[in-house]
């Protein structure tokens, strides 16, 4: 283990009940306020305390000690709720890894619907708006959930093929840009979402337990 990644280690006790309280405050806002029913995360820096760099070396178990608290007790929360979808949208390449995280965040709360999580990672295994087919141009239309063809920036292709999976399984599903936030670490990503009409909060990789707050104030 790098010094780097030592030194973003973060204690993971999320069994407080204040912190519970919070998020289900946190869920109760996006979903009753704001009409939020879908939530992407990033993973490296967001999800993780780390940066794996997109080629972690060690094993599931030594990176699961670097899940942040506050994201150990959102996402389990997220999935349970009716109505509320995750995904994960990541530049990285290991995308088996980054389930097998994903599995251990959810594993004291398992519901059905948390296999509804799509991974989209660097690995090409899904296509970008670049490459869909006539048939499915119509619904990268900028008008649609999608951006403008032009601009494959950012989180924006990921979200878009997450958004796809899920409507596809779920009958009578519709996630748009105006119910979805994006959480990461990267200002970059943060502010092309926004660009595209996305809500986005950012994860202060120096300050991370800020997150929950910023979320129950986000507008």
Known sequence: MSTEQQQHHEPQDTSSDGIHVLVDQVIA?????????????????????????GHWGG??????????PSVAALLPRLVAR?????????????????????????????KKKAVLLPIRAEDGSWKTPSAVSSREEEWWKE???????DDLEGKQPHMVSAVEELEFLVPGLEIHKASTV???????NIRIARDNGV???????????????????LK
């Open 29 to 53: 806002h996006l979903q009753q306020d704001l009409k939020i029913n879908f939530v992407a995360f990033d993973f490296d820096h967001t999800i993780l305390s780390i940066h794996t760099g």
């Open 59 to 68: 094993s599931v178990k030594e990176l699961c000690q670097h899940v942040r």
């Open 82 to 110: 009716p109505d509320m979808y995750c995904a994960i949208v990541t530049f990285s390449s290991q995308p088996a890894m980054v389930r097998s995280v994903v599995d251990f965040i959810l594993s004291k709360n398992k």
């Open 143 to 149: 008008d649609e959930f999608g951006l403008d063809t």
């Open 182 to 188: 994006l959480i990461d670490d990267d200002k970059n």
């Open 199 to 217: 809500r986005a909060v950012w994860l202060d990789p120096k300050n991370p337990q800020q997150l929950l707050a910023d979320l129950k104030q």
